[in-house]
């Protein structure tokens, strides 16, 4: 920490380095969807004057003599390895990793005192890259990438999603090698690995208990003989196989997944993960396995570590007494998924040792069997399920069936037949029971989606969500694929067939009634137009992004912005911009913005009544009218005009307007009624706010000019500065 009396250099009006730490700041988006993908816009700080300040106002026998001891450059030490030398190291705290180390033979030497500090004077002295020998790799129970056959690293634009939404860029991934010994089939494999311990979740290795082997023929669970798979079955085992090696390249969602690519397996394994050590009452340690399954493709499974954590080592394990199967339990069993072991927000203590897990808070499910949970056992249900189990407190509800990308074709099925989905239908919340927050992803992608329904299965049960925490009530009646748009036929224009569109057998409508809130502005003033609009897109009362972008380019001279249904508004603008580009490389001169404008009204017009939600304003320079403004709606509307509010906020921010807006507007003047128009509007609208930029278009092209957030910013302080 920064000792006192550096402080008042930071914090106080007098500093006279003051400007150097501003209290609030502009951050520029610039296109980017997170605050913290952005630029933070900062003054850059002079080191001289600040060193100058501090040497000059700051005396050092303020300090403590700790203080005044870090503020000292220190020297480099060496530890060196000295099988003579032999000393205990205290431990640093109450960590059990960092006990104290008893009979240590590493000594401490200063290194300007030692023969490498006159060694490295030598002009022929070079920095050698390796180990000594005889050093311990890896340590025994840390990661290492040794661990598995890694052919090499390389860069993909794979989608990976680790944070709710796919990455559009590309990712740096493990490549696994190809060329592994043929594996043999599960009738092979099942006996030798069923009811012994595997290693997974690689580099981070935990271990598992085996309960079953599969492969696209047979399935084998516990000491029971092979059964054979139905067609059905084999049908769904092949898909949901092929999911889950996907979702080790790609993530599934949450930090932690995806980044690893592993070779096709057709042999899966379903296992119990470790819970945890637990005491007995004798005082002896046992491992506990979880009652629950995870799936894990058989190429992605480790028998031993090169260097097992010797804490776990000759620990018997507590099983039932038949821990292959464990449905037809007098007391509830627990369920765990894949994601809760990577991304918990209580882990899961292996050491110290817990004193017991009975107090663990739970929630009740209706679930098929534990054993063959859609989306989490192997084994595909042989019975109507009616259990109720229980899910951990401290675990999150995810698993490899709730993903966040959008699925292929070969998931969807043919009309008129049987759908079928990898996630479960079974509820997450006790009926009547408090209903955890919407995960930002699937906000967001409401948003996107705000002017289409969606279709759900599980026959109006409460369905699980893209990410951890996230459920929604959803009725339907058959598809059983999540959050998949619905579209009406012929909403949109090149189309290979209309079986690209789910059926639309279902017509309930969406969960929340989506109420659309902004606040976009636009005028003309003395040599241009000047665009002002907030960044919230809402989601009935709950804001679902704060950073959306609601300008957009049509072309290096017009913009266009959004009000009304993002993904509607965001269609249409860049279909438009991709007819501007047309435009302009067929005739070989600009277009000019009252031709933009026609074209976006009559694509509008040839599509009303199809449930859009659009209100946008394309404004931009041409040669042939100056400077002009277009608004344009869902239904077909185009009007011409100096000056336009759009959205729920608009009746604020065109009070301002109509009173303050003078003829012959300067630049600076313009863009200072634009931010106090948008302020005012944010103050007053419950559903705008975010973000204020502001752009400018001249006869030399539109550019952003202001960005500011809008939290940062105070009503008092907004009306004191504009008085």
Known sequence: LLPKPYRWLLKSPSSPVIEFYPGSFVVDMNGKRWPWEAVVLLPFIDSKRLIHAVRSHVNEDMLTEEEQKRNTIGTAEIFMNDESYNTTVPAIGDLPLFSKIEDCNVRTLDYNTSHWHNDNKNVDAVFRPQ??????????????????????????????????????????????????????????????????????????????????????????????????????????????????IDQYSTGEGITGTGGWSIPSSDVVLSIRPLKGIETMPDGSTVKVYAKAEIEVPFVAALWSPSRPDPRFLNIPA???????????????????TNSSFLNSRKPFNLLPPPRGNSS??????????????????????????????????????????????????????????????????????????????????????????????FVQ???????????????????????????IARHKKNCFINCDSEDEFMDERSSSPPPLEFAHGTTTLAFTFNGGILAAVDSRASIGSFVGSKTTQKVLPVSSKILGTMAGGAADCSFWIRKLQAEVKVHELTYSKSITVARASKLLADALYGNRGLGLSVGTMIMGFDNQNGASIYYIDDTGVRIKDTMFAVGSGSTFALGLLDTEKKENMSEDEAISLGIKAIRHATFRDAYSGGYIAVYVITSNGWRKVFSEDLALTSEIDSNTENK
């Open 131 to 244: 180990l000594l020998p005889g050093t311990s790799i890896p340590f025994p129970g840390y990661p290492t990438l040794k661990e598995a056959p890694v052919q090499g690293l390389k860069r993909w634009k794979i989608g990976i999603n680790i944070f709710g939404m796919k990455s559009r860029y590309r990712t740096a991934i493990l490549q696994m090698d190809d060329e592994l010994p043929a594996i043999p089939p599960a009738s092979v494999l099942g006996p030798k690995f069923i009811g012994t311990t595997i290693y997974f979740r690689y580099p981070f290795f935990q271990e598992g208990f085996v309960t079953a082997v599969s492969d696209s023929e047979v399935t084998i669970r516990g000491k029971k003989g092979a059964r054979k798979w139905s067609k059905d079955e084999n049908t769904l085992w092949m898909l949901r196989k092929q999911s889950l």
């Open 318 to 336: 507590r099983l039932e007494k038949d821990p292959y199967k464990f449905t037809k339990q007098s007391k509830p069993a627990a369920v765990l």
């Open 360 to 453: 663990s808070s739970s929630k009740p499910i209706a679930s098929p069997d534990i054993s063959a949970a859609r989306g989490l056992g192997i084994l595909p249900p042989s019975k109507d399920p009616r259990e109720t189990i229980k899910v951990l407190g401290g675990a999150n509800v995810s698993t490899r069936g709730f993903v966040t990308k959008p699925l292929n074709s070969k998931w969807q099925q043919p009309k008129g037949t049987k759908s079928f989905s990898t996630t479960t239908s079974a509820r997450l919340h006790r009926p009547g029971g408090s209903r955890p927050r919407v995960a930002l992803t699937f906000a967001v992608a409401a948003v996107t989606f705000l002017s289409s329904g």
């Open 457 to 483: 299965h599980a026959n109006g049960e409460r369905c699980p969500s893209v990410l951890n925490h996230a459920s929604l009530t959803l009725d339907s009646e058959s598809s059983n694929v999540p959050f």
